[in-house]
C-alpha cells in the first residue's frame, strides 16, 4: 500500500510528504523520480508551515545528496534548495516495509496464496525447452562426477583434444576397442605381442615405445596423471602418442 504523497494539518503543524518508492525501481530511476515535482507542489501549496518532512524508502538517493556528486541530484538538489528558504525541510529515510500495515498484509496473503492449489497453465516451447535442458545438464553432472570445468583438456589445441578424450574414454582405434567392442580385426593384443592394446598398455607398458617413453616422461609419471593431470601433463601425453605414430 502506498501511503498519500501529501498529507497537512497535523499536531505540530507540519506538512508531511511521503515518498514511497517501489523497492525494484532502479536507484538512477528514483534520482529522476523523487522530487522536483513534489518540491513544487509544497512550495505552490496554499496551506502555510514552517515544517516539511520527505519520508523515502530510497536510501541510495538520500546517500547520494549527503555527497551531491552526481549530475543527476541538480534539480532535486535546487528543488530542495528553495523549498529551504520558506521552511525547514528534513529528509528522512524509512524501511519500505517495516510498521505499514497495507505491505505487511500483502506479504502475508502473497506466501498464502503461495501454498494453495495453483491454476493450470500451459508451458510455452521455449519454457520446456529450458526445463528440459537443465533437467539433461544435472542428469550428465550426476553420471560425470569427475566432470571439471576448469580441466586444462580446454585450454589443448583441437588434435590435441581428440587424442586425450579418446584414451580418456576408451573410445578410440586401439585394438582392444575394435575387437572387443566392435568387432573389428583379429584380436585385441597389440603389435608387440605382450597385452592387450588398451590405454594404459600404450602408455605404460608396451615395449615398442620404451625408449619415447622414457625421453617424454624423464620420471615415473602414473598414467592417471598422464590423462587427467594438468597443461602441462596432457601436452606431453598428446605428443607422446602422436610421435608413436600410434592411430588414436
Request: charged share 20%; aromatic share 6%; glycine share 4%.
Amino acid at each position: 500500500m502506498v501511503a498519500p504523497e501529501f498529507t497537512s494539518g497535523t499536531q505540530e503543524e507540519e506538512k508531511t510528504v511521503f515518498l514511497s518508492q517501489p523497492a525494484s525501481t532502479p536507484p538512477t530511476s528514483r534520482l529522476k523520480q523523487l522530487p522536483f515535482r513534489r518540491c513544487t507542489h509544497v512550495e505552490n501549496s496554499p496551506d502555510t508551515s514552517n515544517n516539511v518532512v520527505f519520508f523515502t524508502d530510497a536510501l541510495s538517493v538520500l546517500q547520494a545528496l549527503q555527497t551531491a556528486r552526481d549530475k543527476k541530484l541538480n534539480d532535486l538538489s535546487t528543488a530542495l534548495s528553495s523549498l529551504c528558504g520558506d521552511c525547514t525541510v528534513v529528509l528522512q529515510w524509512i524501511p519500505s516495509h517495516c510498521g505499514i500495515f497495507g505491505n505487511e498484509a500483502a506479504d502475508t496473503l502473497a506466501k498464502e496464496g503461495s501454498t494453495k492449489e495453483q491454476q493450470d497453465r500451459s508451458t510455452t516451447y521455449s519454457e520446456v525447452k529450458t526445463i528440459i535442458k537443465a533437467k539433461q545438464h544435472n542428469k550428465w553432472l550426476q553420471q560425470h562426477p569427475r566432470f571439471n570445468r576448469n580441466d586444462p583438456y580446454y585450454l589443448l589445441t583441437r588434435a590435441e583434444q581428440v587424442i586425450i578424450f579418446r584414451l580418456r574414454t576408451g573410445h578410440n582405434r586401439l585394438n582392444h576397442h575394435l575387437y572387443t567392442k566392435l568387432r573389428i580385426g583379429q584380436t585385441d593384443q597389440c603389435p608387440c605381442q605382450t597385452g592387450s592394446q588398451t590405454t594404459t598398455h600404450l602408455l605404460q607398458e608396451c615395449p615398442m615405445y620404451k625408449d619415447l617413453r622414457h625421453r617424454i616422461w624423464t620420471d615415473e609419471t602414473p598414467v592417471l596423471r598422464k590423462l587427467h593431470g594438468n597443461l602441462e601433463d596432457l601436452r606431453l601425453t598428446a605428443s607422446f602418442v602422436q610421435e608413436a605414430g600410434v592411430s588414436i
